[in-house]
Protein backbone atom coordinates (compact mmCIF):
# COMPACT_ATOMS: atom_id res chain seq x y z
CA UNK A 1 0.00 0.00 0.00
CA UNK A 2 1.69 3.92 -0.91
CA UNK A 3 -0.27 5.35 1.86
CA UNK A 4 1.71 8.22 0.70
CA UNK A 5 0.47 11.97 1.49
CA UNK A 6 0.56 15.51 -0.42
CA UNK A 7 -1.49 17.08 2.46
CA UNK A 8 0.78 19.79 4.43
CA UNK A 9 2.23 18.24 7.46
CA UNK A 10 2.14 19.15 10.26
CA UNK A 11 -1.68 19.41 9.26
CA UNK A 12 -2.98 22.57 11.09
CA UNK A 13 -6.30 24.55 11.58
CA UNK A 14 -9.76 24.15 11.71
CA UNK A 15 -11.42 20.71 10.22
CA UNK A 16 -15.02 20.40 11.19
CA UNK A 17 -16.44 17.13 12.07
CA UNK A 18 -19.00 17.11 8.84
CA UNK A 19 -22.67 16.27 10.52
CA UNK A 20 -24.36 13.98 8.16
CA UNK A 21 -27.31 15.47 6.48
CA UNK A 22 -30.31 12.73 5.90
CA UNK A 23 -33.94 12.73 4.53
CA UNK A 24 -34.34 9.05 6.17
CA UNK A 25 -32.15 6.75 7.54
CA UNK A 26 -31.43 5.52 4.09
CA UNK A 27 -30.99 8.61 1.86
CA UNK A 28 -28.79 11.39 2.29
CA UNK A 29 -29.95 15.25 2.01
CA UNK A 30 -27.57 15.98 -0.48
CA UNK A 31 -28.55 19.62 -1.74
CA UNK A 32 -28.31 19.94 2.42
CA UNK A 33 -24.51 18.99 2.04
CA UNK A 34 -23.16 21.13 -0.57
CA UNK A 35 -25.12 24.46 0.97
CA UNK A 36 -23.45 22.58 4.47
CA UNK A 37 -19.75 22.23 2.77
CA UNK A 38 -20.09 25.48 1.16
CA UNK A 39 -21.15 27.12 4.24
CA UNK A 40 -18.09 26.03 5.76
CA UNK A 41 -15.83 26.51 2.68
CA UNK A 42 -16.85 30.05 2.81
CA UNK A 43 -15.89 30.69 6.60
CA UNK A 44 -12.69 30.03 5.66
CA UNK A 45 -11.96 26.33 7.08
CA UNK A 46 -8.99 24.62 6.59
CA UNK A 47 -10.20 20.63 5.67
CA UNK A 48 -13.40 18.71 5.97
CA UNK A 49 -14.03 15.63 8.04
CA UNK A 50 -16.88 13.40 7.20
CA UNK A 51 -17.97 10.01 8.42
CA UNK A 52 -16.80 10.78 12.42
CA UNK A 53 -18.88 10.93 15.98
CA UNK A 54 -20.32 14.01 14.60
CA UNK A 55 -21.47 12.50 11.04
CA UNK A 56 -23.27 9.59 13.29
CA UNK A 57 -20.83 7.14 11.07
CA UNK A 58 -21.79 4.15 13.57
CA UNK A 59 -25.33 4.70 12.85
CA UNK A 60 -24.71 4.86 8.99
CA UNK A 61 -25.39 1.93 6.46
CA UNK A 62 -22.23 1.37 4.25
CA UNK A 63 -24.08 2.12 1.00
CA UNK A 64 -25.28 5.98 2.78
CA UNK A 65 -21.14 6.06 4.01
CA UNK A 66 -20.09 5.30 0.41
CA UNK A 67 -21.97 7.81 -1.38
CA UNK A 68 -21.47 10.76 1.54
CA UNK A 69 -17.67 10.43 0.57
CA UNK A 70 -18.39 10.42 -3.16
CA UNK A 71 -20.90 13.60 -3.23
CA UNK A 72 -18.15 15.16 -0.98
CA UNK A 73 -15.01 14.41 -2.74
CA UNK A 74 -17.20 15.82 -5.56
CA UNK A 75 -18.30 19.66 -3.57
CA UNK A 76 -15.28 20.26 -2.00
CA UNK A 77 -13.72 19.45 -5.28
CA UNK A 78 -9.88 19.69 -4.06
CA UNK A 79 -10.31 22.73 -2.32
CA UNK A 80 -9.62 21.88 1.14
CA UNK A 81 -8.52 17.94 2.33
CA UNK A 82 -10.92 15.77 2.82
CA UNK A 83 -10.80 13.34 5.35
CA UNK A 84 -12.96 10.30 5.80
CA UNK A 85 -13.47 8.37 8.73
CA UNK A 86 -13.44 4.48 8.21
CA UNK A 87 -13.91 2.82 11.62
CA UNK A 88 -15.29 -0.08 11.68
CA UNK A 89 -15.84 -3.07 14.50
CA UNK A 90 -14.56 -5.30 11.28
CA UNK A 91 -11.50 -4.77 10.07
CA UNK A 92 -12.43 -5.63 6.33
CA UNK A 93 -14.81 -3.41 6.66
CA UNK A 94 -12.39 -0.32 7.42
CA UNK A 95 -10.13 -1.54 4.71
CA UNK A 96 -12.61 -1.50 1.98
CA UNK A 97 -14.27 1.62 2.87
CA UNK A 98 -10.29 3.30 2.85
CA UNK A 99 -9.70 1.86 -0.60
CA UNK A 100 -12.94 3.36 -1.64
CA UNK A 101 -12.32 6.75 -0.32
CA UNK A 102 -8.95 6.60 -2.12
CA UNK A 103 -10.95 5.74 -5.33
CA UNK A 104 -13.31 8.83 -4.94
CA UNK A 105 -10.29 11.45 -3.87
CA UNK A 106 -10.65 11.08 -0.53
CA UNK A 107 -7.02 12.86 1.12
CA UNK A 108 -6.51 10.64 4.45
CA UNK A 109 -8.70 8.54 6.75
CA UNK A 110 -9.30 8.61 10.31
CA UNK A 111 -10.14 5.48 12.55
CA UNK A 112 -10.66 4.98 16.25
CA UNK A 113 -9.63 1.80 17.86
CA UNK A 114 -12.11 -1.15 16.87
CA UNK A 115 -15.22 -1.00 19.20
CA UNK A 116 -17.28 -3.64 21.48
CA UNK A 117 -14.32 -5.93 22.07
CA UNK A 118 -11.72 -4.32 24.32
CA UNK A 119 -8.19 -3.94 23.12
CA UNK A 120 -5.20 -3.99 25.15
CA UNK A 121 -2.62 -1.74 24.31
CA UNK A 122 0.08 -4.41 22.41
CA UNK A 123 -3.10 -5.60 20.54
CA UNK A 124 -4.34 -2.01 19.29
CA UNK A 125 -0.46 -1.56 18.32
CA UNK A 126 -0.46 -5.10 16.29
CA UNK A 127 -3.95 -4.10 14.72
CA UNK A 128 -2.57 -0.78 13.35
CA UNK A 129 0.42 -2.75 12.02
CA UNK A 130 -1.71 -4.94 10.11
CA UNK A 131 -4.21 -2.96 8.96
CA UNK A 132 -1.53 -0.30 7.61
CA UNK A 133 -0.19 -2.65 5.02
CA UNK A 134 -3.88 -2.74 3.17
CA UNK A 135 -5.33 1.03 3.59
CA UNK A 136 -3.84 2.76 0.66
CA UNK A 137 -4.44 6.21 2.13
CA UNK A 138 -2.37 8.25 5.46
CA UNK A 139 -3.82 7.56 8.31
CA UNK A 140 -5.33 9.57 11.87
CA UNK A 141 -5.39 8.00 14.99
CA UNK A 142 -9.05 8.96 16.65
CA UNK A 143 -8.69 8.98 20.31
CA UNK A 144 -12.36 8.83 21.38
CA UNK A 145 -12.78 6.73 24.23
CA UNK A 146 -16.04 7.58 25.93
CA UNK A 147 -17.11 5.62 22.66
CA UNK A 148 -14.62 2.64 22.56
CA UNK A 149 -13.60 2.08 25.66
CA UNK A 150 -10.47 2.27 24.32
CA UNK A 151 -7.85 4.58 24.86
CA UNK A 152 -4.68 4.48 22.64
CA UNK A 153 -2.07 5.23 25.30
CA UNK A 154 0.68 8.00 25.06
CA UNK A 155 3.67 4.68 24.56
CA UNK A 156 1.00 3.52 22.07
CA UNK A 157 0.72 6.70 20.20
CA UNK A 158 4.57 6.79 19.85
CA UNK A 159 4.83 3.88 18.12
CA UNK A 160 2.19 4.23 16.13
CA UNK A 161 3.94 7.27 14.56
CA UNK A 162 6.93 4.83 13.99
CA UNK A 163 4.11 2.82 11.55
CA UNK A 164 4.80 3.76 7.92
CA UNK A 165 1.62 6.04 6.96
CA UNK A 166 0.14 7.30 10.27
CA UNK A 167 0.41 10.90 9.88
CA UNK A 168 -1.42 12.37 13.17
CA UNK A 169 -3.84 11.94 15.87
CA UNK A 170 -7.19 13.25 16.59
CA UNK A 171 -7.60 13.19 20.74
CA UNK A 172 -11.40 13.53 22.20
CA UNK A 173 -10.90 12.77 25.52
CA UNK A 174 -10.65 16.16 26.50
CA UNK A 175 -7.48 15.22 28.52
CA UNK A 176 -5.09 18.01 28.06
CA UNK A 177 -2.49 16.39 30.41
CA UNK A 178 -2.49 13.49 27.80
CA UNK A 179 -1.66 15.64 25.03
CA UNK A 180 1.40 16.93 27.36
CA UNK A 181 2.69 13.19 27.91
CA UNK A 182 2.81 12.51 24.88
CA UNK A 183 4.27 15.50 23.21
CA UNK A 184 6.73 15.25 25.73
CA UNK A 185 7.03 11.17 24.50
CA UNK A 186 7.43 12.76 21.08
CA UNK A 187 9.57 15.77 21.42
CA UNK A 188 12.66 14.51 20.03
CA UNK A 189 11.11 12.80 17.05
CA UNK A 190 8.51 13.15 14.43
CA UNK A 191 7.50 17.05 14.18
CA UNK A 192 5.24 16.18 11.04
CA UNK A 193 3.40 14.79 13.60
CA UNK A 194 -0.24 16.12 13.42
CA UNK A 195 -2.38 16.77 16.70
CA UNK A 196 -5.34 17.65 16.57
CA UNK A 197 -8.19 18.32 19.27
CA UNK A 198 -12.11 17.70 19.38
CA UNK A 199 -13.36 19.27 23.00
CA UNK A 200 -13.94 22.93 21.06
CA UNK A 201 -13.92 24.33 25.22
CA UNK A 202 -10.38 23.71 24.92
CA UNK A 203 -9.15 24.61 21.36
CA UNK A 204 -7.42 27.52 22.48
CA UNK A 205 -5.27 25.77 25.45
CA UNK A 206 -4.89 23.27 23.03
CA UNK A 207 -2.69 25.44 20.12
CA UNK A 208 -1.32 27.70 23.06
CA UNK A 209 0.52 24.51 24.13
CA UNK A 210 1.63 23.21 21.07
CA UNK A 211 -1.46 21.19 19.17
CA UNK A 212 -1.95 22.00 15.63
CA UNK A 213 -5.64 22.81 15.25
CA UNK A 214 -9.69 21.66 15.95
CA UNK A 215 -11.93 19.22 15.10
CA UNK A 216 -14.70 20.76 16.12
CA UNK A 217 -18.39 20.33 15.71
CA UNK A 218 -19.13 23.56 16.49
CA UNK A 219 -17.55 24.67 13.26
CA UNK A 220 -20.33 23.50 11.29
CA UNK A 221 -22.48 26.39 12.05
CA UNK A 222 -20.10 29.36 12.88
CA UNK A 223 -16.73 28.26 11.01
CA UNK A 224 -15.32 32.29 11.02
CA UNK A 225 -15.58 31.72 14.80
CA UNK A 226 -13.42 28.88 15.18
CA UNK A 227 -11.02 29.90 12.15
CA UNK A 228 -10.85 33.06 13.91
CA UNK A 229 -9.99 31.70 17.63
CA UNK A 230 -7.41 29.39 15.96
CA UNK A 231 -5.51 32.28 14.42
CA UNK A 232 -6.03 34.17 17.50
CA UNK A 233 -4.63 31.16 19.58
CA UNK A 234 -1.55 30.70 16.92
CA UNK A 235 -0.76 34.53 17.11
CA UNK A 236 -1.18 34.49 21.08
CA UNK A 237 -3.70 37.28 21.42
CA UNK A 238 -5.14 36.85 24.54
CA UNK A 239 -7.75 39.56 24.78
CA UNK A 240 -9.07 38.18 21.08
CA UNK A 241 -8.69 34.52 22.88
CA UNK A 242 -10.94 35.38 25.71
CA UNK A 243 -13.58 37.22 23.59
CA UNK A 244 -14.33 34.21 21.17
CA UNK A 245 -14.08 31.52 23.67
CA UNK A 246 -16.46 33.21 25.60
CA UNK A 247 -19.17 32.79 22.83
CA UNK A 248 -18.18 29.35 22.02
CA UNK A 249 -18.42 28.33 25.84
CA UNK A 250 -21.97 29.70 25.51
CA UNK A 251 -22.56 27.61 22.40
CA UNK A 252 -21.30 24.53 24.21
CA UNK A 253 -23.09 24.94 27.53
CA UNK A 254 -26.52 26.10 25.94
CA UNK A 255 -26.84 24.61 22.49
CA UNK A 256 -25.46 20.95 23.24
CA UNK A 257 -27.64 20.59 26.36
CA UNK A 258 -30.94 21.09 25.03
CA UNK A 259 -33.06 18.67 26.94
CA UNK A 260 -30.04 16.87 28.70
CA UNK A 261 -30.41 13.97 26.51
CA UNK A 262 -26.99 12.17 25.92
CA UNK A 263 -27.37 12.85 22.11
CA UNK A 264 -28.35 16.74 23.43
CA UNK A 265 -24.96 17.69 21.00
CA UNK A 266 -25.72 15.98 17.68
CA UNK A 267 -29.46 17.06 18.12
CA UNK A 268 -28.99 20.63 19.06
CA UNK A 269 -26.51 20.59 15.99
CA UNK A 270 -28.32 19.07 13.61
CA UNK A 271 -31.36 21.22 14.59
CA UNK A 272 -29.61 24.48 14.86
CA UNK A 273 -28.13 23.74 10.91
CA UNK A 274 -31.95 23.12 9.90
CA UNK A 275 -33.02 26.41 11.95
CA UNK A 276 -30.16 28.14 9.75
CA UNK A 277 -31.74 26.68 6.53
CA UNK A 278 -28.92 24.80 5.62
CA UNK A 279 -29.46 20.99 5.41
CA UNK A 280 -32.10 18.66 6.67
CA UNK A 281 -31.99 17.48 10.92
CA UNK A 282 -33.26 13.88 10.92
CA UNK A 283 -31.66 12.07 13.17
CA UNK A 284 -29.96 8.27 12.35
CA UNK A 285 -31.28 5.77 14.56
CA UNK A 286 -31.68 5.19 17.19
CA UNK A 287 -32.04 9.17 17.84
CA UNK A 288 -35.08 11.63 16.27
CA UNK A 289 -34.64 14.85 15.66
CA UNK A 290 -35.93 17.58 18.04
CA UNK A 291 -39.37 18.26 18.52
CA UNK A 292 -41.04 22.16 18.26
CA UNK A 293 -40.75 22.91 22.05
CA UNK A 294 -37.00 22.01 21.83
CA UNK A 295 -36.74 23.36 18.41
CA UNK A 296 -38.01 26.96 19.91
CA UNK A 297 -35.70 26.92 22.48
CA UNK A 298 -32.67 26.27 20.34
CA UNK A 299 -34.07 29.53 17.94
CA UNK A 300 -33.57 31.14 21.07
CA UNK A 301 -30.55 30.39 21.33
CA UNK A 302 -29.03 30.72 18.39
CA UNK A 303 -30.76 34.47 18.02
CA UNK A 304 -28.70 35.08 21.39
CA UNK A 305 -25.53 33.70 20.38
CA UNK A 306 -25.86 35.94 16.98
CA UNK A 307 -26.41 38.86 18.46
Excluded: W
Excluded at 82 to 100: H, I, N, P
Amino acid sequence: MKNTTTLPLPLKGIIPPLVTPLINNETLDVEGLEQLIEHVISGGVHGIFILGTTGEFASLGYKLRRELIQKTCCFVNKRVPVLAGVSDSAFVESVKLAQFAEEKGVDAVVLTPPYYFSSGQPELLEYLERIMKKIPLPLFIYNMPAHTKVMFAPDTVKAAADIPGIIGMKDSSGNLSYFNQIRYLMKEGHPDFTFMIGPEELLSEFILMGGHGGVNGGANLFPRLYVDLYEASIKRDFDQIEKLREKILRISTSLYNVGQYGSSYLKGLKCALSVMGICNDFMAEPFRRFKEPERGIVKEILEEIEN
